[in-house]
């Protein structure tokens, strides 16, 4: 199984991105890993909310494939203990899926298309953080959670 995390714009901070970098040489050693960065919209203050959710949504479903297993990184998801992560992705590993896609929406969240075309929502916390350093916070937690799957004492309990 490859895991894509697909997200709109790139990352700014030099710090997040040294992060990042970190994590996904470490996720490399366990499966395939994408990050797929999507440009942001331009002249976004010429237009609306809902305008801009409905574009960003266009350009996220442009990127998916059919068979894709979609999950949605939503204030409103599905949460989860490290541990629950990890028996969580492992469960997806067994069940055949080609690709696991996570998306970190725009500002704005996500239109009501990605909604209906997804498989389901994630929550990585109750409390709000930038879209930027959700990145960061995503990749630790999936590598965790692969550490947690093969036995590996990265995670303490």
Known sequence: MKVILLVIGKTDDDYL???ISIYLKRIEH???????????LKNTKNISEAVQKTKEGELLLESIQSGDHLLLLDEGGKEF?????????????LTGIKNLVFVIGGPYGFSDAVYARANGKMSLSKMTFSHQMVRLIFVEQLY??????KGE???HE
Not at 30 to 40: G, T
Not at 81 to 91: E, M
Not at 144 to 149: D, K, P, Q, V
């Open 30 to 40: 366990y499966l395939p890993f994408e990050l797929k960065v999507i440009p942001e």
């Open 81 to 93: 203990t490290s541990k629950g992560y990890a028996d969580f992705l492992q469960k997806k590993m």
């Open 17 to 19: 991105n040294k992060g």
């Open 144 to 149: 965790r959670a692969l550490t947690i799957i």
């Open 153 to 155: 004492p990265y995670h």
